[in-house]
Nanobody, 127 residues
Framework: QVQLVESGGGLVQAGDSPRLSCAAS????????MGWFRQAPGKERESVAA????????YYADSVKGRFTISRDNAKNTVYLQMNSLKPEDTAVYYC????????????????????WGQGTQVTVSS
């Protein structure tokens, strides 16, 4: 069992660069691929980024590519999402998720690949 707790959200200005953190419990964190998803009001949950257990493989949605960076620190059981050049359309609840395998696989954007989910952290970007 893995428990995930996100932090770092809040009200920010367009152009700001906050960093989200996701702290995981459990000794198996370092063997799991991790992902960040988001859900805006009235929209479906969408993939943002994913990272393999080693950090060597990453995936980004086109909407955030070049602006967001996913990383992890296995010694701290934490995955991060550095968000740069935020836009109002980035406003959403951001969730981290853990998959019970190490690679990001061919469909890292598929939420069904992830077994454990955090409660989410709200990010609101004002213009």
């Amino acid at each position: 069992q893995v428990q995930l707790v996100e932090s770092g959200g809040g009200l920010v200005q367009a152009g700001d660069s906050p960093r989200l953190s996701c702290a995981a419990s459990g000794r198996t964190f370092s063997s799991y691929a991790m992902g960040w998803f988001r859900q805006a009001p009235g929209k479906e949950r969408e993939s943002v980024a994913a990272i393999s257990w080693s950090g060597r493989s990453t995936y980004y949605a086109d909407s955030v590519k070049g602006r967001f960076t996913i990383s992890r620190d296995n010694a701290k059981n934490t995955v991060y999402l550095q968000m740069n050049s935020l836009k109002p359309e980035d406003t959403a609840v951001y969730y981290c998720a853990a998959a019970r395998f190490g690679g990001i696989g061919p469909t890292p954007y598929d939420s069904n690949r992830y077994t454990y989910w955090g409660q989410g952290t709200q990010v609101t970007v004002s213009s």
